[in-house]
């Protein structure tokens, strides 16, 4: 069985770090992928169960120097893409996931009490499995959530005489592997200021030739004074603050590639090793010029310690995004029991946020955050989604409304049935969402993975060539002894040359590029509503030319309502119930909509249910019977027997291809309705067309608005519809779709091969959708955008999903992912060109000029670029939405003209 595994994973320092851990674990056998995210520091491992497990892929992580921590392992759901009617299933929810928590229980005194423990909780309803652990007082219960609740199982160990709790959190207040990295850092930071800074002010009172007598003065032969100092403050910055960056050295070359840590280790050793040297050589040898470069290691280490701790703070402020979502949770819940009334309150109390159950009832005062998924049972009140939805104004809730944990409550109490708790919550799905895509990678990252692979023993060569080059050119006096520096033999001048390349190289700014760029993405997005389901999906968005819009809930506001009911002459013995004798007459109305209603009350199509609706609020005496023989044609019709008499109700084709002869009547009543752009079904009884029903489904306001704003972008929009050509054209008239664009009377398993269609053409087609028959579609499509109202199967099939139905998300959705990805090619160009420049000038190119980089220079402008990118990035957090206005006159004066002009 196929697992995924999501891992912690520390002791990363560049790009070629995790482009090391995935080739080592993409080769373990059973491992189909592996996704490592620098930023993050998190990895995504797909793998086989019968194969390999969890505890080894740690292991072999742990092998080659970084440590792992499991997240999650879940069983990973393969849906596999179907045509026609098993197109729906895809992307729907496994059986309803197992749970299972750890209890602290007091009060037993032998193996009797545990086994009691054990035999009581086991044979509740909703318990998989339980073991009570004596030694340790501890509980692991494995329950169904939907069926029994965290509080219900306390409350049954405690009905026992037993003292059952939630185990206190021990990482509670325990600080985060980022954070711990973080402080270590600080704390190694201020330790290298404290011993490099004075090394820094010796070099300037040099440098002014101030006290030169006390620190130029030669303490032994021709060691000097300052030699000595330098010595005593660098080794501890070498040995001690420095060492992080040796043991990483080590792992990346025992594992056969290499990282900056490489780099800065061979630099500062370099340095350090001559130095000590050369002092060494002075004791012996009277004549040798002894000159150090102590200065030079522990300089390069602290500007390195200070470009990492700044980085390190700028990568922490990318996840500010999940760091807000966090903070909206609830901790405490206050939960009422009412009595048999269901009017009046009988008790309340306040319970943690994590003994919340299905259908608790919670009391939400105003200004008071919301604690779970649930739905107003009592009051009315306004509530604040802004946080969630991106949605600027209060939303008005009353009994039967749908409220969003973590949303505030505005003006009134309420009262709210819990729906939805714990991981199954918006919020929480939410936060799962954007960690997701955050951990992913972007395509386009495969491009710094394939230069870290060579980028250091690159490096490491063109350090050498630099050295092979100065040196003879210096001891052949090619290069004049005067523009050699003071007490520089050639070896010292050249080796300078060599030490500056491999110290400026950075391959750590090429691999934040885009890791950097996509968690601020989406986290932007997710503030303002829109969740990108990975780095892909916004990768790809930016290509988008072609935007194809499902029609009904979409492009129309879904909300359905029957605005005509036709009836027709059918021959007076076809229906006991007719409102006259004769040749022919109409069935009577009520008898009518009886039958309609009673069909279409096996129906889960959105037009039977506006129907039924229709049939019970406007009808009275009305009752519906069971219908038989039911057969249903999905996107064309229905058809049974309602109390003895056959009813077929459907598109014109529906009707037609079952034996039923049109009317004129019928045809020219239908073609009016459809111009009007609303939607007509048949209605057949005894196969005679008895009737009509006109549905409308008008366009949201801001439909034309979003139109228009891509068709300014140059992205080309088209809908796609089961609907019949004329309302579907009345439809994309009135929101200005092309008429060529408009795509009628397609199936639901069709609407796939008409993206597909678009596709041949060279287009990069983005569908947007709702519903469970454009799910196939939405999984087809380049990049699929669903609708955060509509169904499940819709938004796990999606790669982005609106949280809110207002379409003018979409062009945001697109603007951002062009903006981000900008900036991802605005990084890389950064980080390639520093190194492009930054490497020649490092060797010594400009030195005839006058222009050269000195080792700590070149440390320090290596530190920079890093946190240049990471800055770059966090730039993002100036994105706007675009304005686009909705000019409400001009929406319904085009609905005016269609009507008008249709007559």
């Known amino acids: 069985m196929a697992h995924t595994l999501q891992l912690r994973i520390g002791g990363m320092t560049c790009s070629s770090c995790s482009s090391m851990i995935e080739n080592v674990v993409g080769c373990e056998d059973g491992v189909k992928s592996v996704a490592i995210n620098l930023v993050t520091e998190k990895g995504t491992v797909q793998y086989h169960e019968d194969v390999t497990n969890a505890n080894a892929l740690v292991e072999v992580i742990e092998s080659i120097g970084f440590t792992a921590e499991i997240i999650s392992d879940e069983v990973e759901v393969t849906i596999e893409e179907e045509e026609g009617d098993e197109a729906v299933e895809k992307g729907r929810a496994a059986e309803e996931s197992e749970e299972s928590v750890t209890l602290a229980i007091g009060g037993m005194t032998c193996s009797s009490c545990s086994s009691m423990i054990e035999n009581v909780v086991g044979c509740e309803d909703g318990v998989k499995s339980i073991a009570v652990n004596l030694t340790t007082e501890r509980a692991k219960i494995v329950f169904m959530p939907h069926q029994i609740g965290i509080r219900q199982l306390i409350e049954t160990v405690n009905d026992l005489g037993f003292e059952a709790t939630l185990p206190k959190d021990q990482d509670s207040g325990k600080p985060s592997p980022r954070e711990i990295e973080l402080a270590d850092l600080k704390n190694k930071l201020q330790w290298s200021l404290i011993l490099v800074l004075p090394i820094i002010f010796l070099h300037f009172l040099m440098i002014l030739d101030l006290f030169s007598s006390v620190l130029m003065a030669q303490v032994y032969n021709t060691i000097r004074s300052t030699d000595v100092v330098f010595f005593i403050l660098d080794t501890p910055v070498q040995w001690w603050l420095g060492l992080r960056f040796f043991r990483g050295a080590y792992k990346s070359i025992a594992n056969g590639t290499g990282n900056m840590d490489v780099l800065v280790a061979l630099a500062t050793f370099l340095s350090y090793a001559y130095s000590l040297m050369a002092m060494v050589y002075g004791v012996y040898d009277k004549e040798f010029e002894v000159h150090t470069f102590f200065d030079t290691a522990a300089m390069l280490i602290m500007f390195i310690l200070l470009g990492k701790y700044m980085e390190s703070v700028a990568k922490g402020r990318t996840s500010d995004a999940i760091k807000q979502l966090m903070k909206l949770k609830s901790t405490n819940a206050t939960i009422i029991e009412l009595d048999d009334d269901g009017q009046s309150v009988k008790s309340e109390k306040v319970i943690p946020i994590e003994l919340l159950q299905h259908d608790d009832i919670m009391k939400v005062v105003a200004g008071e955050t919301i604690p779970t998924d649930g739905e107003v049972t009592h009051g009315k009140s306004s509530v604040d989604e802004a946080m969630i939805t991106g949605e600027s104004m209060p939303v008005s809730k009353t009994i039967g409304s749908a409220v969003i944990g973590g949303t505030i409550n505005m003006s009134s109490m309420i009262y709210v049935r819990a729906t939805k708790i714990g991981s199954e919550t918006g919020l929480a799905q939410i936060i799962r969402v954007v960690e997701d895509a955050q951990a992913g990678k972007a395509p386009i990252q495969r491009y710094a993975d394939v230069v870290s692979q060579y980028f250091v023993r690159t490096v490491v060569v063109l350090s050498l060539v630099t050295f092979i080059v100065w040196y003879p050119l210096c001891y052949s ?423 008008i002009f249709t007559h």
């Open 477 to 899: 006096q090619i290069i004049p002894p005067e523009d050699v520096p003071d007490r520089h033999n050639c070896f010292q001048f050249a080796l300078l040359f060599g030490i500056s390349v491999v110290v400026i190289a950075c391959p750590c700014a090429l691999g934040l590029a885009t890791p950097t760029a996509v968690m601020v993405g989406t986290g932007i997005g997710a503030v303002n509503g829109i969740l990108i389901k990975g780095g892909p999906a916004l990768e790809k968005a930016h290509q988008i030319d072609c935007v194809v819009f499902d029609k009904t809930g979409t492009l129309t506001s879904g909300n359905l309502c029957v605005t005509n009911v036709e009836r027709f002459d059918v021959p007076a013995d076809l229906s006991s119930q007719v409102d006259s004798r004769g040749k022919s007459a109409k069935i009577q109305l009520l008898h009518f909509m009886n039958l309609v209603g009673s069909l279409e009350s096996a129906s889960e199509h959105p037009l039977g249910k506006a129907i039924c609706d229709y049939v019970r609020e406007h009808m009275d005496g009305t009752s519906f019977v069971t219908p038989t023989n039911l057969h249903v044609e999905i996107g064309k019709g229905i058809l049974g027997e309602v109390g003895g008499e056959h009813v077929m109700i459907g598109r014109r084709l529906f009707l037609s291809e079952n034996g039923v002869a049109l009317k004129a009547e019928s045809v020219s009543t239908e073609s009016m309705l459809e111009k009007q752009g609303k939607t007509v079904v048949l209605v057949a009884v005894n196969h005679h067309v008895a009737g009509l029903i006109g549905i409308s489904d008008t366009p949201k306001p801001e439909a034309a608005a979003t139109i228009a704003a891509l068709r300014r972008m140059d992205i080309e929009t088209h809908m796609i519809t089961g609907d019949n050509p004329r309302t579907a054209k009345a439809i994309g008239d009135i929101v200005g779709i092309r008429p060529e664009n408009v795509h009628a009377q397609v199936l639901p398993g069709e609407k796939a091969d008409r993206v597909r269609e678009l596709q041949e053409l060279g287009k990069v087609v983005a569908m947007v959708g709702d519903g469970i028959n454009d799910s196939p579609a939405l999984a087809v499509a380049d990049v699929g955008i669903a609708i955060g109202t509509g169904t499940d199967v819709a938004i796990e099939t999606a790669g982005m999903v609106l949280m809110k139905s207002d379409l003018r998300d979409v062009v945001t959705a697109i603007d951002l992912s062009k903006r981000t990805f900008n900036r991802i090619r605005l990084n890389f160009l950064w980080a390639s060109m520093y190194n492009i420049i930054g490497i020649p000038i490092a060797a010594g190119v400009l030195w005839p000029f006058g222009i050269s980089i000195q080792p700590a220079m070149a440390g320090l402008a290596m530190a920079m670029s890093s946190v240049s990118v990471v800055t770059s990035s966090l730039l993002l957090r100036l994105y706007r939405r675009p304005e686009i206005v909705v000019r409400d006159g001009m929406f319904f004066f085009s609905i005016f003209k269609i009507i």
